[in-house]
């Protein structure tokens, strides 16, 4: 299981090759599917610099959970959602400064706020994140 820390050694390793001067830090976004991690999607820090431009997600949970039937194209929306999904809070997209977003009591037509956000038509409101793709 990938965590944190394993997280920082791969964006140091692959993406800045070990230069934290690396001209891709601040221009590029970095993004990992890796099989099983501590969270499902996260966006994390690489360590340097005051950029946050770097996410994850967790394939087996997509594969698992989001993926039903098991038909390709459920598969190939689960996971651009997901990826879409995080690469926006890499561009300062939070439930903090956006309302609608990340909140989990949203998520599905039985809880309230899934209604109270339902005209915010976003990959960032998980009542629409693998719907809209």
Not at 25 to 48: E, M
Not at 66 to 87: G, L, N, T, W
Not at 99 to 106: E, I, K, L, V
Request: hydrophobic fraction near 35%; charge should be neutral.
């Amino acid at each position: 299981m990938a965590d944190h820390e394993a997280l920082q050694g791969f964006y140091w390793d692959y993406f800045l090759h070990g230069d934290e001067n690396n001209w891709r830090r601040g221009v590029f976004h970095y993004g990992l599917v890796i099989y099983n991690s501590t969270y499902h999607g996260f966006v994390f820090w690489g360590g340097v610099g005051p950029y946050l431009d770097s996410w994850q997600i967790s394939s087996v949970v997509l594969e698992r959970e989001k993926v039903i039937p098991k038909i390709q194209a459920k598969r190939d929306i689960a996971f651009a959602s997901a990826y879409m999904h995080e690469c926006g809070h890499t561009l300062g997209i939070f439930n903090g400064n956006t309302p609608g977003c990340d909140d989990r009591s949203g998520s599905y037509p039985w809880q309230i706020n899934w209604w109270k956000w339902r005209p915010y038509k976003s990959v960032m409101n998980y009542g629409y994140m693998y719907k809209i793709v």
